[in-house]
Each structure stands twice: as structure tokens, then as C-alpha cells.
């Protein structure tokens, strides 16, 4: 068996596998987004990387491969608009936004739930993410958050998103929940995500490195296939060598999977070119420690500030950053990555008017890294071109896992369970 791709989802087939198996990754060690940089005694994880564990398998590994070496945080994350804090989820905390902007979120939710002006779109299901939105929040969260934040982080408008991605991430609240909010009255850890693991030192890689310990074989760094042959079962590798299989569970990102077997027919290729994905561009930011918000996280939904989310690791695990520091991340979206001169002014701007800095002097050091296809679009098409790919690939033996190779809308945890998944298919 061929594994591609060393990252969570590469890893956790290599462990089901157990043996008979090779893994490369292209990568000069494994972890894939799951990589920590290290710098000054600062650990700075691509973006934030928090585990959201409820597979209560996953939870037992996870305890089992580092006990004791876990921290479990309270989530703290706020969204920035209208120059105040609103605790995430926005929907049920509107509580100190002016007035106006209350108002038009709670009487905009009314009117979609139980108004007349809500009833065409209730009556039906939802052709888009911007209808989904208008019948399960209103017109008011629609405009005052979720259409300007998403059309951030997706690149794309609400109208050209489907609402096949959104699952568990988009909190559905009720009225009284929304009421309560307005009024200060909210419950807390309502959300998806209200607290996460971590381990205790050295970045979400620790946790990487704890999982590649208990491969049998080791990842080969540094090494891709050049070509696959479904027909002979035979990949060409990077380093010369031919490589017989029975299957292949494939992990690299999606399109690049119908260039490497090759053969594909026109529709096939077509469907791949298709799948579009964001760029995420990110900024780490060592700063010295100013007794700023302490929020681990803060959505930025209004356009004129071009980051859309800036995090802080060392707020939640402090370990990340030496003592009297504290570290940033400052993410943004696009179709290419954002020039490093621009992406870290962009960045800078944000800390700034967030108050987690206070000048640039409080600024130790910055680094711009970007990750392509960090974000899948889930346009219009995207249903059916993935599903046209991933069953030709199916057809050749290539499995597909992870949230390149899936291409999808995914957390660690599903990486996980992906890599899982398709080598128990294939055993
Ligand atoms: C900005 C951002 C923030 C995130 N935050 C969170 C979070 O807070 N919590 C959470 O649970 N999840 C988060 N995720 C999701 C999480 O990072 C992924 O779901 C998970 O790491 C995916 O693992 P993977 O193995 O599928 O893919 P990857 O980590 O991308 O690994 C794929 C590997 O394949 C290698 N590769 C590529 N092509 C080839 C090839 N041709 N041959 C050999 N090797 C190849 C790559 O080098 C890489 O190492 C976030 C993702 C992003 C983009």
C-alpha cells in the first residue's frame, strides 16, 4: 500500500495499516498543517490549531500517546465590529454593539423565523449559503456579520457558496437565545467550539510527533511520486525508485491527483480544474506582552480591516511564548498569497486597533507564511466536480483522504478519521 502525504491524515493510515505500507511526504518532515515553527523560544503553529476531539476514540488515543501532556482550554473568542467585542457566538451575544445594530439583528432574526417577510425563504430549502443565512439569522446578522466576515474568508460572495460546507460550524441559536443575548443575559459555551486540547509544550507538533512514533515504518521525507500508473500499479518516485501497489491512499491536495495518474478523461480533467480553493496568507507576530484583550481569537468581520481573523496561542497555551511576550497570528484570504511587505502592515493595523499592541516597537519579530488551498470553495459546482474526481480516482485504486485529498471543510480530527477510514477499507 501507498500512503502520499504525511500529515494527520497520511499518519492515521500508516498507524491502521500497520504494516505493508510505504508513506512518503513531499515535506521535509511529516505533520503537513500540522507543522510548529519555532523561533526565540516562540511556537508558532500554522494559523491556530486547536483539537476539537468528539470521537471519544480519538479523545482515548490522544490521552493514551501523551498523558499528562494535555491542556484543555476554555475558549475565548470575540468578533470586532462597530469598535467593541462581541463574544463569539456574535449571534447570541449582541449585548454592547450600538443600539442600531441590535436592533436590526434581533428584529431581522424575529422576521426571519416568524415574520411575513420570511416566509417565502422558510417554505423552502435554502438554493445558497447568503439564503441560508437570511432564513436562519435574518437580513440583520446577515449584514452585520456573517455576510462580510464569510465573503472575507471564502474570497467569493454568500450568493456563490453552497450549504453543503457549513455543518456544525454555523450556530443555529433560538429566539430566547438571541433575546437573552441582546440583553446581556447569555448562556455561555454555546458553539461548536467551546473548548479545545492542546498539547501542554511545543505546538499542536508535539502531538504529531507523538502519533509518527508509533508507525512501524517511518515517513520518507522528501520524496513524491513523479507519476502513477493505475494500469500497471506502479508509482514512479521522486528518487527513481518504482513502487509496486494494490491501492493508494492519497492525501495531496485533490486536482494534483488527476495530473499525477494521468489518463483521465476530458470531463474528469475539466471537474478537476474546477475545484477552487483560498490562499491563506498568515502573519506570525512576536510581540512584546502589553496587557492587551485577552481573547485567543478574534474574527474581523468588516472590510475595511483585510485580515479576517487574528489569534493568540500564547493567550491560550502561554507556554508558546516566553515569559513577558505574547504571540499573534494575523490571517487573510485570497486568490494568491498576500506579498509579505503588505500582509505584515495589514497585520500590524489590526494589532494596533485590537489593542494588542501599542506601537510597532512593541513588535519583536514578524513572518509571513501562506498556505494554498487552505480553504475550499464550495461554489456551485463543487459537489458534483469533487464527487466526479474522487470516483474516477476510486476506479484506479486511489483513495482519497484528509482535507486536501478529500477536499474539503475539515478539522484534524477528521483528518484523522479520514486516514483511518480508508485504510480500514482497504485492509
Ligand atoms: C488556516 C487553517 C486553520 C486550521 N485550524 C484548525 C483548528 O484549529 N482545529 C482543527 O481541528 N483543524 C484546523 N485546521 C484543519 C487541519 O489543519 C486539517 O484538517 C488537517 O491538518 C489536515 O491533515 P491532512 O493530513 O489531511 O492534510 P495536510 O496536513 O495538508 O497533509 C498533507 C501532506 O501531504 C503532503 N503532500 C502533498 N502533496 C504530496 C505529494 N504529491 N506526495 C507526497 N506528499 C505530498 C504535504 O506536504 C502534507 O505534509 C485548520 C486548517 C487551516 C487551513
New binding site residues.
Given amino acids: 500500500m501507498l500512503v502520499?502525504?504525511?500529515?494527520?491524515?497520511?499518519i492515521s493510515a500508516g498507524l491502521t495499516l500497520d504494516r505493508g505500507y510505504r508513506l512518503?511526504?513531499?515535506?521535509t518532515r511529516p505533520?503537513?498543517?500540522?507543522r510548529t515553527r519555532l523561533r526565540d523560544g516562540f511556537a508558532f503553529d500554522?494559523?491556530?490549531?486547536?483539537?476539537?476531539l468528539r470521537d471519544p476514540g480519538m479523545r482515548a488515543l490522544a490521552e493514551e500517546l501523551l498523558p499528562g501532556g494535555w491542556v484543555s482550554v476554555e475558549r475565548r473568542a470575540a468578533i470586532w465590529s462597530n469598535g467593541v467585542f462581541t463574544p463569539y457566538p456574535y449571534q447570541v451575544h449582541t449585548h454592547g454593539l450600538p443600539p442600531a445594530v441590535i436592533a436590526e439583528n434581533v428584529l431581522g432574526f424575529v422576521a426571519a423565523r416568524l415574520g411575513e417577510e420570511g416566509r417565502a425563504l422558510r417554505e423552502r430549502e435554502p438554493r445558497n449559503f447568503a439564503e441560508f443565512v437570511l432564513r436562519h439569522l435574518g437580513p440583520g446578522f446577515a449584514r452585520n456579520f456573517m455576510f462580510p466576515y464569510n465573503e472575507k474568508l471564502w474570497t467569493v460572495p454568500p450568493e456563490d457558496l453552497s450549504t453543503e460546507w457549513m455543518g456544525r460550524f454555523v450556530p443555529q441559536p433560538t429566539l430566547e437565545q438571541v433575546v437573552r443575548g441582546a440583553l446581556g443575559l447569555a448562556e455561555e459555551g454555546a458553539g461548536y467550539n467551546a473548548s479545545f486540547l492542546y498539547p501542554r509544550e511545543g505546538g499542536i507538533e508535539t502531538f504529531v510527533r507523538a502519533l509518527t512514533a508509533r508507525l512501524t515504518r517511518p515517513a520518507e521525507c522528501g520524496v513524491?511520486?513523479v507519476s502513477i500508473d493505475p494500469g500497471r500499479k506502479v508509482a514512479l518516485l521522486s528518487t527513481g525508485e518504482e513502487v509496486p501497489f494494490r491501492a493508494v491512499i492519497a492525501?495531496?491536495?485533490l486536482p494534483?491527483l488527476v495530473e499525477?495518474v494521468g489518463g483521465a478523461p476530458p470531463s474528469v480533467r475539466e471537474a478537476a480544474r474546477s475545484l477552487r480553493a483560498a490562499t491563506?496568507t498568515y502573519v506570525n507576530v512576536a510581540a512584546r506582552d502589553v496587557g492587551g484583550p485577552p481573547w485567543h481569537w478574534v474574527y474581523l468581520p468588516e472590510p475595511r480591516l483585510r485580515p479576517y481573523r487574528v489569534g493568540s496561542a500564547s493567550a491560550a497555551v502561554p507556554s508558546l511564548a516566553p515569559p513577558g511576550c505574547r504571540s499573534f497570528y494575523v490571517?487573510m484570504s485570497g486568490a494568491a498569497p498576500v506579498p509579505a511587505a503588505a500582509a505584515e502592515a495589514a497585520a500590524l493595523t489590526a494589532l494596533l486597533e485590537l489593542g494588542m499592541v501599542r506601537s510597532a516597537a512593541d513588535v519583536l519579530f514578524a513572518e509571513t507564511h501562506s498556505?494554498p488551498h487552505?480553504y475550499v470553495i464550495h461554489d456551485a459546482r463543487y459537489g458534483s466536480a469533487r464527487e466526479e474526481v474522487r470516483t474516477w480516482l476510486a476506479g484506479r485504486d486511489v483513495l482519497v483522504a484528509?482535507?486536501?485529498?478529500s477536499w474539503e471543510y475539515?478539522?484534524?480530527?477528521?483528518?484523522l478519521l479520514g486516514g483511518r477510514e480508508a485504510a480500514l477499507r482497504l485492509r
Fill in positions: 502520499l502525504g504525511a500529515g494527520l491524515a497520511g512518503v511526504e513531499r515535506g505533520g503537513g498543517l500540522c500554522a494559523t491556530g490549531h486547536w483539537l476539537h513524491h511520486p492525501t495531496a491536495p494534483s499525477l491563506v490571517e498556505i487552505a484528509g482535507r486536501s485529498g475539515s478539522s484534524m480530527e477528521d483528518a
